[in-house]
């Protein structure tokens, strides 16, 4: 069985499987270093891929395996998110058009304190998971991070998030208010989404749309996004395989933060 | 009188029994006439012996896409999953065919194909790639299952989970072996395409 974990000298000697001696991606976690009990706090899995290889998205597109972060042993009365990932680059892996990253990128998840936790020093284990490829070659990796965290009486003052984390969350896309309307309809090979933004919306100049649900919007495809009376019209290929869907999860991007708005797809099956 | 009454009987049983097995025929035959027809393809194999998809006429064929150093490849081939299966099907007078299609195929070996313990009827080298586009191939592994007048009865996915584990091999549904035990019963494939899974084929 191939190891999912780094590969390290000790990992060669335990496996007669072919490995990397290098790692394929350098990852750790950040937090503010208190946080009040009774609260919650946004908590980032840095990752930074090796030099030519990219790591994919929550919907990786026509290949891969998203980033995954698999908390172990959290204290009691500590409970996490899921992981949020921020808008991909459009990466091609071979021929294939996938949806991921080459940089060092954030990856949240909340973490949240109930009010009975006592006030102390807690650190967190989490095994992070990845695919990462390239044009020639895919390699499975993983690593263990670890996390001190302060906890701070419920009301004590609990440090500021630093600025690479508060910048970080502002690439996460945040769920569309109540306002948001939006409905689809599919025209021929492509999926027509209407989006009615709240009153006061304004719409940057630059906006564009991944979905975050697999086999929604057809991998590589770049959705054509025009205003209307309303608000905005995507119109995008529609993936050979969403006849299976009944809702889908898109982020428009261009806002600071994105937005993820839910498409019901009842009426489309 | 009685040998006549016996025998009536017995021609009547056989009449009533004929029409249903006829009508799963005609539904095969009927499901393999509207589904696509296999590209033609002569490939090497890794004696240099050419193979061509007509020498198979009359035989169900299985083409698999092959890269031993993918980790979506290995999760089968560490776990000896591909290779059963290949020993399984060739047992039941399947063809299985592994293709190596584009860049893999430059320097690919029998030493390879040796280590990975294949059980395939023969692993056949596609530089060009010309084969692997014929049949869309996108992904290693990406499967195609083909009947003995040459249609195409599956194409896509080996099973329903699209990971690297190979511990989510034994609660998948494997959509290979549903088409073939199908093709091999003369019965309609449920599932004749899902999206394949793996690393990209190297073009």
């Known amino acids: 069985m191939f190891n999912r974990y780094r590969t390290t000298a000790v990992v060669l000697a ?31 899995l840095e990752l930074t891929p090796a030099e030519s290889l990219h790591v994919y998205y929550i919907n990786p ?50 973490l949240n304190i109930a009010p009975s936790v006592e ?12 695919l990462a490829c390239n044009d020639n070659q895919c390699l499975v990796g993983g ?40 409905s689809v309809k599919k025209e021929g090979e492509k999926w027509l989404i209407n989006l009615t933004p709240p009153d006061n919306w304004e719409s940057p100049e630059e906006l564009d749309a991944f979905s975050e649900t697999s ?13 209307t009376d309303s608000g905005l019209q995507i119109s995008v290929e529609a993936s050979e395989y969403s006849k299976d869907l009944s ?21 489309q099956k | 009188m009685k040998l006549m009454t016996i025998a009536a009987a017995f021609a009547a049983l056989v009449g009533l029994a004929t029409p249903a097995l006829a009508e799963d025929a005609k539904a095969a035959t009927a499901e393999s006439a509207h589904a696509p027809h ?86 056949l080298l596609d530089p060009t790639g010309e084969t692997g586009k014929a049949y869309d191939a996108k992904t290693t592994p990406h499967m195609i299952v083909i009947t003995g007048d040459g249609h195409i009865a599956y194409d896509g996915a080996i099973d329903s989970k699209a990971s690297t584990d190979s511990a989510d091999i034994p609660n998948s549904e494997n959509y290979v072996i549903a088409a073939l ?23």
Not at chain 1, 14 to 23: F, K, N, R
Not at chain 1, 158 to 181: F, M, N, V, Y
Not at chain 2, 61 to 85: A, D, F, R, T
Not at chain 2, 190 to 202: I, L, N, R
């Open chain 1, 14 to 44: 335990a496996c007669t499987c072919s490995v990397q001696a290098e790692s394929t991606a350098e990852v750790k976690l950040l937090a503010p270093p208190s946080v009040a009990a009774g609260s919650t706090v946004e908590v980032a």
């Open chain 1, 61 to 110: 597109g026509e290949m891969g395996q998203a980033v995954a972060l698999d908390w172990q042993d959290l204290p009691e009365g500590i409970t996490t998110g899921e992981l949020r990932f921020p808008v991909p680059h459009r990466v091609k892996t071979g021929e294939l058009p996938t949806n991921g990253y080459e940089e060092t990128t954030l990856f949240f998840s909340q």
């Open chain 1, 119 to 130: 006030p102390g020093s807690y650190t967190f284990k989490a095994k992070a998971s990845w």
């Open chain 1, 143 to 182: 690593d263990e991070v670890e996390l001190k965290l302060e906890v701070v009486a419920k009301g004590g003052t609990a440090s500021e998030p630093s600025t690479q984390l508060a910048e970080g969350l502002t690439l996460i896309p945040t769920d569309a208010s109540t306002d948001w309307k939006s």
């Open chain 1, 215 to 227: 086999d929604f919007f057809q991998p590589g495809s770049v959705p054509s996004i025009q205003r």
């Open chain 1, 247 to 267: 809702a889908a999860k898109i982020v428009l991007a261009g806002p600071t933060p994105p937005v993820r708005i839910p498409i019901s797809l009842e009426t």
């Open chain 2, 38 to 123: 296999a590209p033609a393809f002569t490939l090497k194999d890794l004696s240099g012996k050419e193979h061509s998809l007509e020498d198979f006429s009359g035989k169900t064929v299985v083409l698999e896409w092959i890269n031993y150093g993918c980790p979506y490849v290995k999760k089968h081939y560490e776990s000896k999953n591909m290779q059963k299966l290949q020993e399984t099907y060739t047992g039941k007078d399947v063809v299985w065919l592994s293709i190596v299609s584009g860049k893999t195929a430059k320097g690919f070996s029998q030493a390879d194909a040796d280590a990975a313990g294949t059980k395939a009827t023969a692993v």
């Open chain 2, 181 to 203: 035990d199908s093709v091999l019963a003369g019965k309609e494939v449920a599932t004749t395409k899902t999206k394949p899974y793996g690393c990209s084929v190297k073009y």
